[in-house]
C-alpha cells in the first residue's frame, strides 16, 4: 500500500521497510469519525479496508458549531489504498476535513513524528542529489 500512495510511493525500499514497521493497525466502525476537522494531526492515515469520505467545510467554518453538517462545502469518497491526515502534519496546522467511515474500516496508522522525519529527510534527501547533478552541468556552472 505504501508503494501505491502519492506521498510514499517515491521512497527507497529501506524508507517503505521503516515506515511499515512503525505503522499500527486501527479499526472504525461505520459512521465513525477517523479525523475531525479542527483537531491537532498526530497521525497518518492508510485505509486498507473500506471506504471513507471527506468533509471539507465552508472556509471560516468552528469546527464547534452545531450545525457544521450543513456547512459542508464538497464532499468526496475515498477507496481503500487512499493515504489521509497529511496535511495538518507536514504543516503542523489542525485537520482541515473531517473524515467518515462509510463502512466498518481498517487502516494502519503512522505516527506524525515519523511520517514527517522520513518523508522530509527523504525530500532533502532527492533535493541535494539533483542540486549535486545540477551542479556537474557546465550551463548551470559560473
Not at 471527506?54 to 467554518?61: A, E, K, L, W
Request: proline residues 3%; hydrophobic residues 35%.
Amino acid at each position: 500500500m505504501l508503494k501505491n500512495c502519492f506521498l510514499t510511493k517515491n521512497l527507497s525500499d529501506s524508507e517503505i521497510e521503516k515506515l511499515a514497521g512503525a505503522m499500527k493497525p486501527q479499526k472504525f466502525t461505520k459512521g465513525e469519525l477517523i479525523i475531525k476537522y479542527g483537531d491537532h494531526g498526530t497521525l497518518y492515515y492508510i485505509l486498507s479496508k473500506g471506504n471513507v469520505k471527506v468533509m471539507v467545510y465552508n472556509q471560516g467554518t468552528d469546527p464547534n458549531d452545531p450545525q457544521i453538517s450543513d456547512k459542508v462545502a464538497f464532499s468526496k469518497n475515498m477507496p481503500s489504498g487512499s493515504g489521509f491526515g497529511e496535511l495538518a502534519l507536514l504543516y503542523n496546522d489542525k485537520r482541515s476535513a473531517s473524515i467518515e467511515a462509510v463502512e466498518d474500516c481498517e487502516t494502519w496508522t503512522l505516527d506524525g513524528t515519523v511520517f514527517k522525519k522520513i518523508i522530509v529527510k527523504s525530500s532533502m534527501t532527492k533535493r541535494n542529489l539533483q542540486a549535486g547533478f545540477l551542479d556537474e552541468i557546465k550551463l548551470f556552472s559560473k
